[in-house]
């Protein structure tokens, strides 16, 4: 027996409809796959599969590039997800090769026959809404007389398929809905506009290897805003890895092709079904529920409007938290237990939330808002998040005042053979002319930094290189990370230029180090000021610009043929003691610039081992974006330091930071697909970056990163932050909140 629905299907107005309701499709695509067991899937490993998707807010799925076993539609008919239902027929290598069966009388039959199959096997599953002739080979006769066989037997859902000649971005697909694969935003637009009649749906975007998915919100900015954009099938749902032992009897996850030699690990979730961090990232922007200020939030004004995008449900099992966050932590907290709005409808909400009327100094508010179900639903518990939104709140907040130069302690200073140093209450720094930086920096007669005392640029290491992601890697000698080989940005070599020495005070040293980063595809010129008070803080500001200001260095390389980098910083050792790491940015997990939003502001904690993710692959990880400030302490002796943006010129001082207890040089011998186990724990890696380019994702195999997400090695770059070794008796929110004289 079989359960059966009742639902229709029909194509008006360039829309399809689900009775007669335009619907929008929240899609993932989906392999059949089992990291322990292949390709035969239990009905236990489904479920899972289902539930995490509609926790979320996926609600379609296409099944690439097979009919899946019965058990799947099953469920799907159960829990709710709508599927394109794709016939067996693929030829992608022989396409590439030209050798094309689709008009190739022999094959007609097979292609029939299968298409038939589907179709009569699954036409009564009502979550099957759309049939897929097949994948990727080509387009002639036979799909022509396939889909016209399919009509007969069943002329109530479309027909879906991406192939088509000549094959590009700008040629229209036949049959009932316009569709291609890794379009640019602009190029899907374009797709819509050429065919008024018929409905847009992307069968594949957003390829989501490794450490992924950037801008994925401007493809949803454009389906927003065009109702004959239906929306999208991220590729794909789950890695393709299989757990395997080697001949010694140790598990790795078996990934790599080995016909083609690619990498089959593409999924949003790990082969175990571990969610990616991207994966929240895909939850906000399918989210069905659009926070949306009627005006700014004040003090006085703490309206905001919901507006249901759900197609047919109502928000009545939803109910609202409201959280006020002061400089990222909770100070008020309030519900709205009822929430009354149609599909399509819009509300407005009064938040209950009020902002005190004697601010603290210094202080910043944020509104934070979650959607969450008052009752379980057969695939998340009572109190799961559907949606949640962040709003800052524009407030009149007293900055504290700036510290008197008088109540600084003294600091004394000596010239030595290769530099300068500088002593005060507990500490010490050394500044090494030969260098080009901070040679020792001593705190209570102990090494805050650690690392080769003297190597070029000191121990604050200028850095511009990431380990690729697996985006980085596509395209050949294209790729970024070809490009960042090849221009030597992976092995920069630091050029002292010159060291500069002030006295602004008895309390405050400024020593200015000017170096060339040197690479064999260009060069960089940095200049970073030390600012040293004798509280123990040394804030450090730095430009860094293309090409060298040196006549007696013009035959250096310039930077014009340096290709954008893959972040502007610097990276500086500390002792593997120092392993907790508490920061106020987004969080909790990993963010980006083109992949940020559902990383909400606020304070967070953790193990610096915590901030790696697993990626199968081994690639850069555990960025945090938008950062005031960070803290790394050792737990046991309450040493540690403190990392604090500042503002710099019209920047706001926003930081990007990553704290890892391996080495990059550890984190890439662990991309060998046979040792894949990192090296960790002996030692704390820190990065303090005025930014980092973004992750791409619109395919993994060209170099696409957005232009707005790169770091152009042309631009000038310039970023402050404050660095504190700090002990147990330090009040770290004073010490924050201090400003000093510059």
């Not at 997800?81 to 022989?94: K, Q």
């Not at 890794?182 to 594949?204: A, G």
């Not at 529920?289 to 109502?314: G, S």
Request: overall charge neutral.
């Amino acid at each position: 027996s079989q359960k059966i629905g009742f639902r229709k299907m029909a194509l008006r107005g360039g829309q399809l409809l689900l009775n007669g309701q335009p619907v929008t499709f929240k899609g993932v695509n989906r392999h059949e796959f089992d990291t322990h067991t292949g390709r035969v899937i239990s009905r236990e490993s489904m479920v899972q599969d289902i539930k995490l998707m509609k926790q979320h807010n996926i609600n379609a799925v296409r099944t690439s590039h097979y009919p899946n076993v019965t058990d799947w539609y099953d469920l799907c008919d159960e829990y709710g997800l709508y599927v394109i239902d794709e016939a067996n027929i693929e030829s992608h290598a022989l396409w590439y090769k030209g050798y094309e069966i689709a008009e190739r009388p022999e094959w007609r039959d097979a292609f029939v026959a299968r298409g038939r199959a589907m179709v009569e096997r699954d036409k009564n599953h009502a979550s099957v809404v759309i049939w897929s002739l097949g994948n990727e080979a080509s387009m002639g006769q036979n799909f022509t007389d396939m889909a016209t066989i399919i009509k007969l037997v069943d002329p109530t859902r479309p027909i879906h398929y991406e192939g088509r000649k000549p094959y590009n971005q700008t040629t229209l697909s036949s049959f009932d809905i316009v569709t291609t694969m890794y379009p640019s935003v602009e190029e899907m637009v374009k797709l819509m506009e050429k065919d008024p009649l018929r409905p847009v749906i992307i069968c594949e975007y957003a390829h989501a290897m490794g450490n992924s998915v950037g801008n994925l919100k401007d493809y949803w900015n454009a389906i927003d805003k065009y109702p004959r954009l239906q929306g999208g099938f991220i590729w794909d749902w789950a890695d393709q890895g299989l757990t395997v032992r080697d001949k010694r009897g140790k598990y790795y996850i078996d990934h790599i092709n080995y016909i083609d030699g690619a990498n089959a690990c593409d999924g949003l979730v790990n082969p175990d079904r571990t969610p990616q961090p991207e994966l929240n990232e895909v939850k906000r922007v399918y989210s069905y529920v659009k926070f949306i200020l009627p005006e700014p939030l004040m003090a006085a004004r703490t309206r905001v409007n919901l507006k249901n995008t759900y197609d047919f449900q109502t928000l009545d099992n939803l109910k609202l938290i409201c959280k006020l966050m002061r400089n990222g932590e909770v100070v008020q907290q309030g519900t709205v237990p009822t929430l009354t709005a149609r599909a399509g409808q819009t509300i407005q909400v009064t938040v209950p939330y009020s902002i005190p009327a004697v601010r603290e100094p210094g202080s910043e508010y944020f509104l934070v808002l979650s959607l969450q179900l008052k009752e379980a639903t057969p695939w998340a518990a009572a109190g799961h998040e559907v949606a949640a939104e962040q709003f800052p709140i524009q407030t009149d907040i007293p900055m504290p005042p700036v510290v008197g130069v008088s109540r600084i302690p003294a600091l004394k200073s000596a010239p030595t053979g290769a530099g300068l140093s500088v002593q005060g209450t507990d500490f010490s720094l050394v500044f090494n002319q030969t260098t080009g930086g901070i040679g020792q920096w001593l705190y209570k007669g102990k090494d805050v930094l650690t690392g080769f005392k003297d190597a070029s640029g000191g121990l604050l290491m200028p850095h511009f290189y990431r380990v690729p992601t697996d985006n980085d890697e596509g395209g050949e000698t294209n790729s970024f990370a070809s490009r960042w080989r090849k221009a030597g940005v992976d092995k920069p070599m630091i050029a002292p230029v010159d060291l500069r020495v002030e006295k602004l005070s008895t309390q405050r040293i400024r020593v200015t180090c000017v170096n060339d980063v040197v690479m064999t595809g260009g060069t960089l010129r940095q200049t970073t000021e030390y600012l040293v008070y004798g509280t123990g803080d040394v804030l450090v500001s730095t430009t860094c610009v293309s090409g060298t200001a040196s006549p007696a260095r013009a035959g250096l390389p310039t930077s014009a043929d340096l290709p954008p980098l893959a972040r502007v910083g610097m990276q500086l050792n500390l002792p593997a003691g120092q392993n907790t790491l508490t920061w106020y940015g987004r969080g909790p997990f990993e963010s980006y610039q083109d992949r940020k939003d559902a990383a909400f502001v606020g304070q967070y904690s953790g193990s610096v081992a915590d901030q790696f993710f697993p990626y199968v692959m081994a690639q850069e990880n555990g960025n945090k974006t938008d950062v005031r400030w960070a803290h790394l302490t050792d737990e046991i002796t309450k040493t540690g330091l403190l990392i604090m943006a500042e503002p710099n010129g019209t920047s706001p001082g926003l930081l990007n930071i990553n704290a890892r207890d391996y080495t990059d040089a550890a984190l890439v011998a662990a991309k060998n697909p046979h040792a894949q186990t990192v090296e960790r724990g002996a030692v704390t890696v820190l990065n303090i970056d005025y930014g980092q380019m973004g992750l791409g994702g619109d395919d993994s195999w060209t170099p696409r990163t957005h232009p707005e997400y790169q770091l152009p090695a042309t631009r000038s770059y310039s970023y402050s932050f404050r660095l504190r070794p700090t002990d147990g008796r330090i009040d770290r929110k004073a010490v924050i909140n201090m400003i000093l004289p510059r």
